[in-house]
């Protein structure tokens, strides 16, 4: 489980980190600074990897001759990072790709060139999305993803993801943008951290990739860049095939 802490904690904790002083008086001016920096990058480990603990599962309802359908509460597309389908009187679940070509849609029109089963692919659609071919019988569409993030504005908001995770990525930034020597060296802890952290997470649990997460189409990310740090400096392995039920 995730160490969580208050929003005013993790400021304290951060100017520690970083080598700020820690008088109240003093660091008035850099707080609104400090606490905007911990949220994105909550935010920003939060949309780079699959955290097992926070894995939520959305079935969507495919209607016969119906290609555009509205996303869930729980899961909006920012958060998806797979997606399934199956037939109405099925267990057996298809992956499902990310993106419509051109050639699948109809010249002059929106409609899709193809009803079939089952779907094929998937992609946004303004605020809704849209699946291809066009569903001949009722089926089902699954995403999976992670949930959303609890708020981090107030003092007393707790974060959602490893609080130390999060402080640390923060402080190697801020320790970057000062030129400090040991801004190297927070990074390396702060990617130290991580990993053992996803590592334990998935432990004798589930075959899950333990250093990356499946994009919306089931690509694997190479290399993920946490703002103002660099890279994470780790190749992604390939996923297991078979959805993970």
């Keep these: ?31 609104a ?9 909550q935010e920003e480990l939060w949309q780079a990897f699959s955290w097992p603990e926070m894995a939520i599962r959305d079935d969507r309802i495919l209607s016969p001759g119906v290609f555009i359908y509205d996303y869930g509460l729980s899961l909006k597309f ?10 109405d009187s099925s267990s057996q679940w298809e992956p499902v790709g990310y993106g419509i070509s051109e050639d699948k849609l109809s010249p002059g029109t929106a409609l899709n060139t193809s009803r079939s089963d089952p779907v094929k692919v998937w ?4 605020t809704q999305f849209r699946v291809w071919p066009t569903p001949d019988t009722a089926a089902y569409l699954r995403f999976k993803g992670n949930r959303e993030l609890q708020p981090l504005i107030a003092n007393g908001d ?44 998935i432990s004798g649990k589930n075959k899950i990739s333990t250093y990356g997460s499946m994009s919306p189409g089931n690509e694997v990310y190479r290399s993920t860049v946490i703002q103002g740090s660099g890279y994470i400096g780790i190749r992604m392995p390939e996923p297991e095939p078979g959805p993970e039920l």
């Design 1 to 31: 489980m995730a160490r969580t802490q208050t929003l005013l904690e993790m400021v304290n904790n951060l100017r520690a980190e970083a080598g700020h002083s820690l008088a109240t008086a003093q660091g008035v001016n850099a707080e």
């Design 158 to 201: 707790s974060c959602t993801l490893d609080a130390t995770v999060i402080i640390l990525f923060a402080a190697s930034e801020l320790l970057a943008r000062s030129k400090a020597e040991d801004a190297p060296n927070k990074l390396q802890k702060a990617q130290r951290h991580l990993n053992k952290l996803l590592g334990n997470q």
């Design 33 to 41: 600074t400090l606490k905007y920096l911990l949220k994105r990058t």
């Design 123 to 126: 992609e946004a659609a303004n």
């Design 78 to 87: 920012d958060a998806i990072r797979e997606a399934w389908s199956a037939s």
